[in-house]
């Protein structure tokens, strides 16, 4: 079985084509920072450059790997702030990367699985992409866009044999937290939303350098579950956190939630959370 991972230089990517290469699946690493990948090869994993805002270069990254059986979309990252305070540019480049650059390779790779009557789309969304957090804005919008894609594009395949299966973690120990931290700092300094902010962001660095949450071995296991299914889930939510926040989410009312949320950003809870 041949496996295409993307975001393979950190984080569940890294760790995810690590894992299914040891399984003794043909697996091929994909990030922009090829040299990231380096020790994958250790483990059997063929890296290879990508770019998925490029089409030129999802192109030449499927060219290398010729047709898949697996694509697993690990590449995405963070990017917090207000609405008001984040440019478009900078949310243009989140849903690049964390919706259409997942989708292209998506509408790349469905053509051959379909023909063939077999294949299977994992995609790497969030509980984000089920409840909104505080100054999370332009990434829930992505993360809420890859759920709505990956349902349709199920929907869609299903009948030609092909799997579309969402992967929904919670809060992981990655470098995630801290690149959204910074992303946070950055848009508020100087605006009225800076105290509550800056608030938030230190919250979001002590807790993630803490690594209170779960390692990526854990949502690499649901995507191997995914992976290796003979009738695999439409969902796996899973990780630190991630069904009692869809749970309460679902279950109250949309004020309180929103209430609770803008709590971390108060700075009496930073102070608390700076003292663990």
Known sequence: ???????????????????????????????????RMEPLKDFGVTPI????????????????TGPLDVLVNCAGYGSFGAIENVSLEEGRRQMEVNLFGLAALCKKVAPYMRERGNGRIVNISSVAGRACLYFGGWYHVSKYAVEAFSDALRI????????????????????????????????????????????????????????LFSEPAVVTRAICRAVRARRPRARYVIAAGSRTMVFWHALLP????DAIVRLTGSPRLARWVEGL
């Not at 399984?23 to 990030?31: D, L, P, R, T």
């Not at 299966?165 to 995630?176: Q, Y």
């Not at 959204?180 to 950055?186: F, N, V, Y």
Request: aromatic residues 8%.
């Open 1 to 35: 079985m041949k496996i295409l991972v993307t975001g393979a230089s950190s984080g569940i990517g890294f760790d995810a084509a690590r894992a299914l290469a040891r399984k003794g699946y043909e697996v091929y690493g994909a990030a922009r920072r090829v040299e």
């Open 156 to 211: 869609e395949l299903k009948p030609f044999g092909v799997d579309v299966v969402l992967i929904e973690p919670g809060a992981t120990n990655t470098s995630w937290g801290t690149i959204a931290a910074d992303h946070l700092e950055e848009s508020s300094v100087g605006t009225p939303y800076e105290q509550p902010a800056l608030a938030e962001a230190a919250m979001m660095r002590k807790v993630f350098s803490r690594r």
């Open 254 to 257: 949309a004020r309180w939630w």
């Open 49 to 64: 450059a990508l770019d998925v805002t490029s089409e030129e270069s999802i192109d030449a990254c499927l060219a290398a």
